[in-house]
């Protein structure tokens, strides 16, 4: 079973950035197909973007042309990039890791980490 750990979340103002990092150990990281969700106060989890193993891509309506999600196979870590935060991006985020097969948002999750964009 993998093992998840997010970390770069924080406060920032609308229209700026951060990069969140997930670092993956106990398995073989190449295997897994990676994923950044987000759950905000009162809403359902949501799929941000998914990067597969061979680092085809695919992005929330929401996000697109803003995040971008890559990944460093020799490091074991998933990143996403976000720009132009905007208010509505309030969530814990998730890294997610599942192998191909599995349903989206199933697989290993990591404990989340906070990104709160406001004034």
């Known amino acids: 079973q993998v093992q998840l750990v997010e970390s770069g979340g924080g406060l920032v103002q609308p229209g700026g950035s951060l990069r969140l990092s997930c670092s993956a150990s106990g398995g073989s990281f190449i295997n897994y197909i990676m994923g950044w969700y987000r759950q905000a106060p009162g809403k359902q989890r949501e799929l941000v973007a998914h990067?597969?193993?061979?680092?085809?891509?695919g992005y929330g309506d929401s996000v697109k042309d803003r995040f971008t999600i890559s990944r460093d196979n020799p490091r074991n870590t998933v990143y996403l990039q976000m720009n132009r935060l905007q208010p509505a991006d309030t969530a814990v985020y998730y890294c997610n890791a599942r192998t191909v097969g599995m349903a989206i948002g199933t697989g290993s999750w990591g404990q989340g980490t906070q990104v709160t964009v406001s004034s």
């Open positions: 990067i597969s193993r061979g680092g085809t891509t």
